[in-house]
């Protein structure tokens, strides 16, 4: 009883582990010239993900109505005229 007690405890003692920030993604970019490194963040992201994704299924959305009216309107067939003509 009394070991359950002191790991209990030691486990309430313990500092609380804090996660490891994501390695960022670094890319090369090189030439005869230049050579350049970019590293991004992996919360970058996350981020983009966010703020991007609502907008891209706006304007999806949007141009499938859009698509389907003009379609609609296209696929009338005119009249040929032909009882008109003298």
């Not at 907008?55 to 008109?84: N, Y």
Request: cysteine-free; hydrophobic content about 35%.
């Amino acid at each position: 009883m009394n070991q359950r007690k002191d790991n209990y405890r030691a486990a309430l003692r313990r500092e609380p582990l804090e996660p490891q920030p994501p390695a960022p993604r670094v890319t090369t970019l090189s030439n005869r010239y230049v050579r350049v490194t970019i590293e991004l963040d992996a919360d970058v992201q996350r981020r983009l993900d966010r703020w991007v994704t609502p907008a891209a299924a706006l304007v999806t959305g949007t141009a499938r109505t859009a698509l389907g009216v003009v379609t609609a309107l296209t696929d009338r067939v005119p009249p040929s005229g032909a009882g008109s003509r003298p």
